[in-house]
């Protein structure tokens, strides 16, 4: 089946700790989305990557970084920069940041921060 | 910039009876317009899209939406609710040209469907 797989499913991180997300899609997509989930804030863009080797911030990129060496990966550090990290951590992809089909998301990454 | 905004943190319904979830919007020109699901944690499922024409758009599960360009709105509906709808509903919206193409969520509405 083709999909979006995010791993960990939790990840405890402690403080002044860098962590590692991540996303990794078998859906030939081009884009690729991080967001962040946080109760009653819906959803937040973190960053996006239109197409390997290039990636655009976000709305709160600071704290996060991302590489895309590959079509089918999109990391996400959660570098010790981020003063609050606990939140839902959700990777997309989509044909093209143009495309006006839906989003496919992954299932999630539960961040704590311990 | 674009905008949504989804006025009910919570909505109740009885099982089997009519379910509304509000989404407003606001961006420039015409826009796109989507409806995604979320189970508790677990990651979004795209429900339904408003592209072009028909303003009445269905989708998924049962679930129809309609477009209102005079009201801006693109409300989620269904006939009948059912246990297994209790979800978070995300609307989105993004520019149909110019702008930026990445879509803005609204902040969820959470639909209880109670037995």
């Known amino acids: 089946d083709g999909g979006i797989t995010q791993s960990p499913k939790y990840l405890f991180r402690k403080e002044g700790q860098n962590v590692t997300l991540s996303c990794e899609q078998n859906?030939?997509?081009?884009?690729m989305y991080w967001y962040r989930q946080d109760p009653g804030q819906g959803l937040r863009l973190i960053y996006y990557?239109?197409?390997?080797?290039?990636?655009q911030k976000g709305d709160i990129a600071e704290g996060y970084s991302v590489s895309r060496e590959k079509k089918e990966s999109f990391p996400l550090t959660v570098t010790s920069a981020q003063k609050n990290p606990t939140a839902f951590y959700l990777c997309?992809?989509?044909?093209?940041?143009?495309?006006?089909?839906?989003?496919?998301f992954g299932s999630g990454t539960r961040l704590t921060v311990v | 910039a674009q905008s949504v905004a989804q006025p009910e943190d919570q909505v109740n319904v009885a099982e089997g009876n009519p379910l509304t979830v509000k989404c407003t919007y606001s961006?420039?020109?015409?826009?796109?317009l989507f409806w995604y699901v979320q189970y508790p944690n677990r990651g979004l499922q795209f429900l339904l899209k408003?592209?072009?024409?028909?303003?009445l758009v269905k989708g998924s599960y049962g679930f129809e939406a309609e477009f209102n360009k005079s009201q801006t709105s693109f409300h989620l509906k269904k006939p009948s609710a059912l246990v297994s709808d209790s979800a978070l509903y995300f609307c989105?919206?993004?520019?149909?040209?110019?702008?930026?193409?990445?879509?803005?969520f609204g902040r969820g509405t959470s639909l209880i469907v109670h037995p």
């Open positions: 997309a992809s989509s044909i093209g940041t143009a495309s006006t089909h839906g989003y496919t």
């Open positions: 859906l030939n997509h081009d884009a």
């Open positions: 990557s239109q197409i390997v080797n290039d990636f």
């Open positions: 961006v420039s020109g015409n826009p796109y």
């Open positions: 408003y592209i072009t024409g028909d303003n």
């Open positions: 989105a919206v993004r520019p149909r040209q110019g702008g930026s193409y990445i879509p803005t």
